[in-house]
């Protein structure tokens, strides 16, 4: 059962722009922290951006120099997650990973989820 799909991938030109899209699951969607990893070769997943549900007001963060060139936000109306990418850099080669987190440390033990994507490669360079 596939829960998250992302899409948008592909090659682009330094400079350039792209756009990523994870559709997901509604129930999923509705209650869940969405967010973007992506994993360079060799080196760890890390956080690029992610975005409370609409319930937890939508609240934005963003990984170590990420903003700015990256923005993310969510459709509630779809149930798709998106990524805005601008002003890429080879650097920003990675696979990017749609990823829904839950926590409640209201219950015992807390309780936390993580699912995520198949991903997505983006390629920048000439």
């Known amino acids: 059962q596939v829960q998250l799909v992302e899409s948008g991938g592909g090659l682009v030109q330094p400079g350039g722009s792209l756009r990523l899209s994870c559709t997901v699951d509604p129930n999923i969607f509705k209650i869940y922290t969405m967010g973007w990893y992506r994993q360079i070769p060799g080196k760890q997943r890390e956080l690029v951006a992610s975005v409370a549900s609409l319930k937890r007001g939508s609240t934005t963060n963003y990984g170590e120099f990420m903003e700015g060139r990256f923005t993310v936000s969510r459709d509630n109306a779809n149930n798709v997650l998106y990524l805005q990418m601008n002003n890429l850099t080879p650097e920003d080669t990675a696979v990017y990973y749609c990823?829904?987190?839950?926590?409640?440390?209201?219950?015992?033990?807390?309780?936390?989820?993580?699912?995520w994507g198949q991903g997505t490669q983006v390629t920048v360079s000439l």
């Open positions: 990823n829904a987190h839950y926590s409640n440390n209201l219950v015992t033990p807390p309780l936390n989820l993580d699912l």
